[in-house]
């Protein structure tokens, strides 16, 4: 019985080591195929804050919606200031 438990044990420890290798295997091949860039997230569309001109994730990014059109911020504080200037520039 004991014998039993200790083969499925080593079986066990077998496979996670076969998986790792396996990921590790898959990682290293990622990293071959892809020149290095900063992207936090492969894929993931990057947005520019039109106020302070920061690109930032799309995940990451404060939505507001100005005069119909959907904008992109850092934060709440560029949105308020994009927001102010936009309703001044649409008035004049
Ligand atoms: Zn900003």
Redesign the pocket.
């Given at each position: 019985m004991i014998i039993r438990l200790i083969l499925i044990v080593i079986a066990v420890l077998l496979g996670l080591v076969v998986v790792n290798w396996f990921w590790q295997f898959l990682k290293s091949a990622e990293r071959g195929n892809r020149p290095s860039n900063a992207a936090p997230r492969s894929g993931e569309p990057m947005v520019q804050?039109p106020?302070?001109?920061?690109y930032l994730p799309k995940s990451a990014a404060l939505t507001a919606e100005i005069a119909g059109r959907t904008h992109y911020?850092?934060?709440r504080?560029?949105a308020e200031k994009y927001r102010e200037q936009a309703a001044v520039s649409g008035r004049s």
């Open positions: 804050d106020q302070c001109r920061t911020f850092c934060g504080s560029c």
